[in-house]
């Protein structure tokens, strides 16, 4: 039932659909459309950090193994609460299902939650059917890297996590970039 549920989601573009935005009428107010201005945006990122089912992978489904931060260490822990992660596993690892490439651990500011808001993605209004709380300032959160990247080209991009944010990142922004946004090392 889960899958079926999940590809009613996907086709409806309530998931984490790939390219094209979801007309206004069939978006969830928690999905968010991909930048243009990023180039491996237009490939891996549609809607994003949509805490609906369309996006998360049934709890079942194990982390991915081996997966690296930006450090080159282990993938760390980015949020257990609220529960984050595309696969709700509190890590922000990928896989081929993960089609908003959530690998970007940051801490929630006002600033980003405004600014995504006004992308069609509100973070901060809490959907209980959907299990989730809504994200404040101070909240960890798996961002899409696409999202991030927006972001941090207009100057609200949230502080990274970087032993928490998945190498994977490093192909939408070089790792000095995630440095100067990063939290103090002791996170």
């Given at each position: 039932?889960?899958?079926?549920?999940?590809?009613?989601?996907?086709?409806?573009?309530?998931?984490?659909?790939?390219?094209e935005?979801?007309?206004?009428?069939?978006?969830?107010?928690?999905?968010?459309?991909?930048s243009?201005?990023?180039?491996?945006?237009?490939?891996?990122?549609?809607?994003?950090?949509?805490?609906d089912?369309?996006?998360?992978?049934?709890?079942?489904v194990?982390?991915e193994?081996?997966?690296?931060?930006?450090l080159?260490?282990?993938?760390?822990v980015c949020?257990?609460?609220?529960?984050?992660?595309?696969?709700?596993?509190?890590?922000c690892?990928?896989?081929?299902?993960?089609?908003?490439?959530?690998?970007?651990c940051?801490?929630?500011?006002?600033?980003?939650l405004?600014?995504?808001?006004?992308?069609?993605n509100?973070?901060?209004?809490?959907?209980?059917?959907?299990?989730?709380p809504?994200?404040?300032?101070?909240d960890?959160w798996?961002?899409?890297?696409?999202?991030?990247?927006?972001?941090?080209?207009?100057?609200?991009?949230?502080?990274?996590?970087?032993?928490?944010?998945?190498?994977?990142?490093?192909?939408?922004?070089?790792?000095?970039?995630?440095?100067?946004?990063?939290?103090?090392?002791?996170?």
């Open positions: 039932m889960r899958h079926v549920l999940l590809l009613l989601f996907l086709l409806a573009g309530l998931g984490c659909a790939s390219g935005r979801a007309p206004e009428s069939a978006r969830s107010p928690v999905a968010e459309g991909a243009a201005a990023a180039s491996p945006a237009s490939q891996g990122s549609g809607m994003c950090e949509a805490p089912p369309g996006c998360a992978i049934p709890p079942e194990e982390p193994a081996g997966a690296r931060n930006v080159g260490s282990a993938l760390g949020s257990n609460a609220p529960l984050t992660g595309f696969r709700r596993s509190g890590r690892e990928t896989g081929a299902a993960d089609r908003g490439v959530h690998v970007v940051a801490e929630m500011t006002d600033a980003f405004e600014f995504t808001a006004g992308r069609g509100d973070l901060s209004t809490p959907r209980p059917e959907f299990r989730f809504g994200l404040r300032a101070g960890r798996c961002l899409c890297a696409s999202r991030w990247v927006e972001a941090e080209e207009r100057g609200v991009a949230p502080p990274v996590v970087l032993t928490a944010t998945d190498e994977v990142a490093l192909r939408y922004a070089e790792r000095g970039v995630y440095e100067a946004n990063a939290l103090p090392s002791a996170e």
